[in-house]
């Protein structure tokens, strides 16, 4: 499998800045990594794909220029929150493709997440 | 997306088997079965996956159905770490491998 870190684990922040957290896949080079978003009580939802130099794709109703995706090298990918808002505040977790422990095809590694709260 | 129904909750005594199903009855002829578990407040955890075939690993078994519209995730023993919630997701290949995530089972295990 892939380990995949994330940072920060959690921030606070002030309603209209912009947050940026980190997702590392420590152990695999990642051309694909996905951004998920998880509120209280609720299953997770996907919200892009991130593709190694090449543009995110995001899925629909997810607003791009707020979700900010950057996939720069084979084991970062960044999301940006821009202005904030209090209603962004939630549990973020990223996950990087990768072959599974069985042949046949990739699976999906998470990252343990970054819980945002926007005041 | 590709639909996956699960009970909401399940319940099982210490070191007793566990069967956890879930239905796929929209499922396709290339689309992967997996099952991952989320503990409270992190990511989750990859748990197992197949296609057609029985498969086993460390952690669990997974059980197809013949006709593949439904699978049983098998924990053979389970302990007071295994309780959390259980999600089982289709992998759709020609949709890039895209996870679409439904309401998962709650586990919970009982001393």
């Known amino acids: 499998g892939a380990v995949v870190s994330q940072h920060p684990s959690r921030v606070i922040c002030k309603s209209g800045t912009s947050v940026k957290i980190e997702c590392r896949s420590l152990?695999?080079?990642?051309?694909?990594m996905f951004w998920y978003r998880q509120f209280p009580k609720q299953s997770l939802m996907l919200m892009a794909t991130?593709?190694?130099?090449?543009?995110?794709?995001?899925e629909q109703g997810v607003e791009k220029d707020k979700f900010l995706i950057n996939h720069a090298s084979l084991t970062l990918s960044t999301l940006t929150v821009t202005s904030a808002h209090p209603e962004d505040s939630s549990f973020y977790i990223c996950?990087?493709?990768?072959?599974?422990?069985?042949?046949?095809?990739?699976?999906?590694?998470f990252g343990p997440g970054t819980r945002l709260t926007v005041l | 997306d590709a639909k996956t129904t699960q009970p909401n909750s399940m319940e099982s005594n210490e070191e007793e088997p566990v069967h956890l199903p879930c239905n796929h009855s929209?499922?396709?002829?290339?689309?992967?079965i997996h099952w991952y578990r989320q503990l409270p407040s992190q990511g989750p955890e990859y748990v197992i996956h197949?296609?057609?075939s029985n498969v086993n690993n460390r952690m669990a078994s997974l059980a197809i159905a013949e006709d593949r519209k439904s699978s049983t995730l098998i924990l053979h023993r389970a302990t007071l770490r295994d309780a959390a919630v259980y999600y089982c997701?289709?992998?759709?290949?020609?949709?890039?491998?895209?996870?679409?995530f439904g309401s998962g089972t709650k586990l919970n295990v009982k001393p």
């Open positions: 996950s990087v493709e990768a072959p599974g422990e069985t042949s046949g095809t990739d699976t999906q590694y």
């Open positions: 152990d695999f080079q990642a051309t694909t």
């Open positions: 991130s593709n190694e130099g090449s543009k995110a794709t995001y």
């Open positions: 929209t499922i396709s002829g290339t689309d992967y």
């Open positions: 197949g296609l057609t």
């Open positions: 997701i289709l992998q759709r290949l020609y949709n890039f491998n895209k996870f679409y």
